[in-house]
């Protein structure tokens, strides 16, 4: 059986990069460009009409920037992973973009391949980070004060906090531990309170500085 086609959308202000990002990939056996956006707005609109996979959003864009499209499609809870395409590398930029949902980023300029490589990593469910933006939100984790948190878990919410590293769903948990979704996500809150994490990103993180990731 052949490996499914992962979906693409591109939200991009400039047509120029569309265009380019559309070529390279249209040649790639497992990825289909599905439709295009030039602002966040629109992105958030094609993404509830196509039901791409994955997503790759500029941030700078004029109107509805890439950050609140970000925001809108996580409060619709729109199952499509965000990959951050951008030339901005300073962190206020992009760390924000991962707190508000993203899966990842990488720079206009990266190597053809390399991109393509991270569009299947976020569709497996990675977390796809630079160095630098993983050291400033673990430095931003510690100034939190998790450091040192992870006694507090139980048994069960330290294998859940492992699962979360390795990118597993909530779903793909509840099956792997023999539990509820509702389960799952009971202890994914417990886990993200004690810890005093907001979201898996900064979970998943956690969890491999602190050796809870298998």
Same mark, same amino acid.
């Given at each position: 059986?052949?490996?499914?086609?992962? &979906?693409?959308?591109?939200?991009?202000?400039?047509?120029?990069?569309? &265009?380019?990002?559309?070529?390279?990939?249209?040649?790639?056996?497992?990825?289909?460009?599905?439709?295009?956006?030039?602002?966040?707005?629109?992105?958030?609109? *094609?993404?509830?009409? $196509?039901?791409?996979?994955?997503?790759?959003?500029?941030?700078?864009?004029?109107? !509805?920037?890439?950050?609140?499209?970000?925001?809108?499609?996580?409060?619709? +809870?729109?199952?499509?992973?965000?990959?951050?395409?951008?030339?901005? !590398? +300073?962190? *206020?930029?992009?760390?924000?973009?991962? &707190? @508000?949902?993203?899966?990842?980023?990488?720079?206009?300029?990266?190597?053809?391949?390399? /991109?393509?490589?991270?569009?299947?990593?976020?569709?497996?469910?990675?977390?796809?980070?630079?160095?630098?933006?993983?050291? @400033? /939100?673990?430095?931003?984790?510690?100034?939190?004060?998790?450091?040192? &948190?992870?006694?507090?878990?139980?048994?069960? +919410?330290?294998?859940?906090?492992?699962?979360?590293?390795?990118?597993?769903?909530?779903?793909?948990? @509840?099956?792997?531990?023999?539990?509820?979704?509702? !389960?799952?996500?009971?202890?994914?809150?417990?886990?993200?309170?004690?810890?005093?994490?907001?979201? *898996? !990103?900064?979970?998943? $993180?956690? @969890?491999?500085?602190?050796?809870?990731?298998?």
């Amino acid at each position: 059986m052949a490996d499914k086609i992962i &979906r693409v959308l591109l939200v991009d202000d400039h047509q120029v990069v569309r &265009r380019g990002l559309r070529t390279f990939l249209e040649i790639q056996d497992d990825i289909e460009v599905v439709g295009e956006a030039a602002d966040g707005a629109e992105g958030v609109a *094609r993404t509830e009409e $196509l039901h791409p996979d994955v997503v790759l959003m500029d941030i700078k864009m004029p109107g !509805t920037d890439g950050i609140e499209a970000l925001r809108k499609l996580r409060q619709l +809870e729109n199952p499509a992973k965000v990959l951050i395409v951008t030339s901005f !590398t +300073e962190q *206020r930029t992009v760390v924000p973009a991962l &707190r @508000a949902g993203a899966s990842g980023y990488v720079y206009k300029d990266v190597d053809p391949d390399a /991109l393509a490589g991270a569009i299947r990593s976020v569709y497996a469910g990675h977390v796809l980070l630079q160095p630098e933006v993983a050291g @400033a /939100l673990l430095a931003q984790e510690d100034a939190g004060g998790g450091t040192g &948190r992870g006694s507090t878990l139980t048994e069960r +919410e330290q294998e859940v906090l492992g699962l979360i590293a390795d990118g597993r769903s909530n779903r793909e948990i @509840a099956r792997a531990l023999v539990l509820s979704e509702k !389960t799952v996500k009971t202890h994914v809150s417990n886990i993200l309170m004690k810890l005093d994490l907001s979201d *898996r !990103t900064q979970a998943a $993180l956690w @969890a491999v500085r602190h050796g809870v990731a298998g």
